[in-house]
């Protein structure tokens, strides 16, 4: 009988091994690269629009930070140059600075002589020039965060769909459990690639309005700067 019982606790304890072990390999197995194979061809969709998400990100992240960059002591040599009636010396200036403040003053100081209104007028046509640059390609990330979650989903209804015609297509019209999971695991894994993709698109996005709304921001504050130059008494 001790025989026995001995066998029998080394037989559960194996099999717990065995088990614990099986379990181990499965949790090493499931990784990212893995996920994304079940995904199909809808996962090289998203790896695609998230590449291209990436490349819009860094290339307006870049230029809006070159539109941030401001040269402190270009509106007090504005200043001088207009004081002393030297506009060509200013308008050089603004081209050689050549950022966005710049080519609104340049603008301005075409008009220098005229109404202050259309001054005024002439540097926010320029302005919303400027800013329409700034926000180029800003409506294609926009687009990518709210298609990626919609493509997700059609991975999700097209792994469903073809779990029900695996079931239609069997003659007992029963399908085995893990043809089942693997068609869930498909429609799983497209809903979290599209959800990934689409919620990082949406802080890029937001991220990158909020620095063209500084930017806007400044562009206001160099234009109230000039405003008040020429309102200054000669």
């Not at 091994?17 to 995904?39: D, F, H, K």
């Not at 301005?108 to 002439?122: F, H, K, Q, S, W």
């Not at 400027?130 to 990518?144: C, M, P």
């Amino acid at each position: 009988m001790l025989f026995l019982q001995d066998v029998t606790l080394a037989a559960q304890e194996y099999a717990e091994v065995v088990n614990s072990e099986a379990v181990e390999t499965a949790q090493e197995s499931i990784n990212l690269w893995n996920m994304a194979q079940y995904g199909g061809w809808i996962m090289v969709v998203l790896a695609v629009l998230l590449a291209m998400a990436i490349y819009l990100f860094f290339e307006r992240l870049v230029v809006l930070h070159k539109a941030l960059k401001e040269d402190k002591s270009f509106m007090d040599r504005i200043k001088d140059y207009v004081h002393e009636g030297k506009i060509d010396s200013a308008m050089n200036l603004c081209r050689q600075t050549n950022t966005s403040s710049s080519r609104m003053i340049e603008k301005g100081l075409t008009r220098i002589g005229r109404p202050l209104n259309d001054v005024l007028v002439a540097i926010e046509n320029v302005g919303n020039l400027e800013v329409a640059k700034l926000e180029k390609n800003l409506v294609i990330l926009a687009t990518i965060a709210s298609g990626a979650p919609m493509i997700g989903f059609l991975g999700t209804v097209i792994g469903m769909v073809n779990v029900f015609y695996n079931m239609a297509a069997t003659n007992s019209g029963v399908i085995e459990l893990s043809q089942l999971s693997e068609g869930m695991y498909q429609a799983m894994v497209t809903t979290i690639g599209g959800l990934i993709v689409g919620i990082i698109c949406v802080f890029a996005y937001n991220f990158l309005v909020s620095r063209v709304d500084r930017v806007v921001r400044q562009l206001e504050a160099r234009t109230m700067d000039f405003l008040d130059l020429l309102n200054e008494p000669a």
